[in-house]
């Protein structure tokens, strides 16, 4: 079953605004990833945020993570046509058997529209 | 030249044969994947690999086998094609986070361009 779930499936905003995902998780993880996949290409990485972190910034990327909630959240101000794309959190989920890293686990992904 | 490169880019193949999409990488990386994409499903983890000696299933293995001939090459195989494994199958690398030696936590991953893969 997938591991982080994101929400909402789909966003449609204009330019200029802010773009909020969330992203929630059922097991304890080592880290929590943000990628972003333009249509029919390969993902690409955008940010981590270690267990132990709460807030990260890059650019124009904001990310939050809760590990009492077990949620993070993506939030990309300014938002720019280009910026249209299907954005998925992934979770390095802990082995409680090695302690450490078991495997990274993607959600289904939110579907950001920017409109000019 | 792409850092992660994945063979072939597309393939229309019948049901029953026998498919292998092949992954190789330059980033040096030990620990390589195989995902699986479906529209509305998001990537679903297939096989990992940690190092050349350590193959794990992930979710959906079944129906799947993969190869690791060596730190830069993890190979899947479809050993007879059903329609419902039409999808487009990722490889990806990743980096280590911190310390911690074969189970240290993932860093970065690193996609290629993916493989479009269409059983009739």
């Known amino acids: 079953s997938q591991q982080g779930e994101e929400d909402p499936q789909a966003l449609s905003i204009q330019e200029g605004e802010n773009a909020t995902m969330n992203c929630s998780y059922k097991t304890s993880i080592n880290n929590l990833q943000w990628y972003r996949q333009n249509s029919g290409r390969g993902l690409v990485h955008l940010i981590l945020?270690?267990?132990?972190?709460r807030e990260k910034h890059s650019g124009r990327l904001r990310v939050t993570l809760d590990t009492s909630k077990k949620s993070s959240s993506l939030l990309i101000t300014a938002s720019r046509a280009a910026d249209t794309a299907s954005y998925f959190c992934?979770?390095?989920?802990?082995?409680?058997?090695?302690?450490?890293?078991?495997?990274?686990?993607f959600g289904k992904g939110t579907k950001l529209t920017v409109n000019p | 030249d792409a850092d992660v490169t994945q063979t072939p880019r597309n393939r229309i193949t019948k049901t029953g044969k026998r498919i292998m999409l092949e992954c190789s990488q330059t980033k040096g990386h030990d620990r390589m994947y195989w995902y699986r994409q479906d529209p509305g499903l998001g990537l679903r983890l297939i096989y990992y690999s940690f190092d050349v000696k350590d193959i794990n299933k992930g979710e959906i293995s079944d129906g799947y086998s993969v190869s690791r001939q060596a730190q830069a090459k993890f190979s899947l195989s479809l050993e007879s094609a059903i329609p419902n494994q039409t999808a487009l199958y990722f490889c990806?690398?990743?980096?280590?986070?911190?310390?911690?030696?074969?189970?240290?936590?993932?860093?970065?991953?690193?996609f290629g361009e993916g493989s479009r893969l269409t059983v009739l």
């Open positions: 990806a690398t990743s980096d280590l986070s911190g310390t911690g030696g074969h189970y240290a936590n993932t860093g970065e991953l690193f």
């Open positions: 992934a979770t390095d989920n802990l082995s409680l058997t090695q302690g450490g890293s078991e495997k990274l686990v």
């Open positions: 945020i270690r267990s132990n972190e």
